[in-house]
């Protein structure tokens, strides 16, 4: 058989895995630009995981109780685990985590813009749990059934730990809103901030998302950003009514001919200047993960020395 027959059979194959909603597994052939788009997406979730650690851990050493810093120590120690679960996914593909730790740092592959934000309060870790995990959860659970076999198998853990610390989130704001009328105002301070860049993880509008069409067709993405983001205010209006606060847009109403919420879109210039890096944290976000790469060298020449001299020893 001819190589043109030959990759046409290939992609004939690849076609059908698709059209049956079947997975692709590592050995199986895809085309190029599938296996990039992989690389694309799932580095940036790993690196969102990853840099995700830092608002939240900010406020670890200043939890108000012993039990909040046992919650939030274990949660941030979650983002790590979730980070580490994508790297091994994106490694099926043929990249190695270091190439893409370089790349992150180089500025050459992204991460989720809600984590160029700065955490100011207490507040915002219950905020985060509740609005951002809960954005994460919308994006993520259709992911569970991407067509890419490894990420489909990572979001699947992932999402019931992201379940478990929206829980939280809404927990913490929940104690919060029956407590004193300081900490009420600090709760709907930290909601005004995070509500617009929580409507901005789930990416552009679907008519300038250059990636939409493609990944859906090759199923890496299940439901479009416009679909996802309208899930989202749909699912946090009536949470935001349970809790007592008021989310930041006077055109938030129900509309009765849609069976949706109204909403204002977010700023998308602001969206655009913080993923080209010109957030409020984006350089203290990398020169951070930067400081904890170079830290850690001699942790990672001692491990790779020490699994040379077991290799050695039983050989
Ligand atoms: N931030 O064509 P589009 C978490 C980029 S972590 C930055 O729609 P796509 C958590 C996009 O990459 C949550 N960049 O792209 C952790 C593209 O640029 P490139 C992380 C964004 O890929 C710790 C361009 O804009 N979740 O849960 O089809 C604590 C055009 O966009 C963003 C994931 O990563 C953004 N928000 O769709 C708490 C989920 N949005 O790459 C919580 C997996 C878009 O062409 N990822 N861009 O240069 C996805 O589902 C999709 O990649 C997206 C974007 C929906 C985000």
Not at 78 to 99: P, Q
Not at 147 to 168: L, T, V
């Amino acid at each position: 058989m001819s190589d043109t027959l030959q990759t046409a059979s290939l992609e004939a194959d690849f076609d059908r895995v698709i059209e049956r909603h079947d997975r692709i597994e590592p050995r199986d052939w895809m085309p190029e630009k599938y296996r990039a788009t992989l690389v694309r997406q799932v580095a940036q979730h790993a690196h969102s995981e990853i840099i995700g650690m830092q608002p939240e851990g900010n406020w670890i050493t200043r939890a108000p109780s012993l039990r909040r810093k046992a919650i939030l120590l274990a949660k941030v120690q979650d983002e790590a685990g979730h980070g580490l679960y994508l790297y091994s996914a994106c490694e099926t593909l043929g990249v190695t985590r270091a190439e893409l730790t370089e790349k992150l740092i180089a500025g050459k592959q992204k991460y989720s813009s809600i984590f160029n934000y700065p955490t100011l309060s207490y507040a915002d870790v219950g905020t985060i749990g509740w609005l951002v995990d809960g954005a994460a959860i919308c994006n993520q659970v259709p992911l569970c059934r991407t067509s890419y076999g490894p990420y489909g198998r990572a979001m699947n853990r992932i999402c019931k730990e992201e379940s478990f610390h929206q829980r939280q989130g809404f927990e913490l704001l929940l104690t919060m809103m029956s407590g004193t009328d300081a900490q009420r105002a600090m709760v709907q301070e930290s909601v005004d901030r995070f509500w617009w860049p929580a409507l901005m993880m789930f990416g552009p509008p679907d008519v300038e998302s250059p990636n939409t069409a493609q990944s859906m067709a090759w199923r890496i993405k299940r439901d479009t950003n416009d679909d996802l983001r309208q899930k989202f205010v749909d699912m946090s209006v009536p949470q935001a009514q349970a809790l007592g606060v008021t989310l930041p847009d006077a055109e938030l109403r129900w509309n009765e001919e849609r069976g949706h919420y109204d909403f204002t879109q977010p700023d998308w210039d602001e969206f655009m200047a913080v993923v080209k890096g010109s957030g409020p944290c984006n350089a203290q976000r990398i020169a951070h993960r930067k400081r904890a790469l170079d830290e850690g060298a001699w942790v990672r020449e001692a491990a790779t020395a020490f699994a040379r001299s077991q290799r050695e020893d039983a050989s």
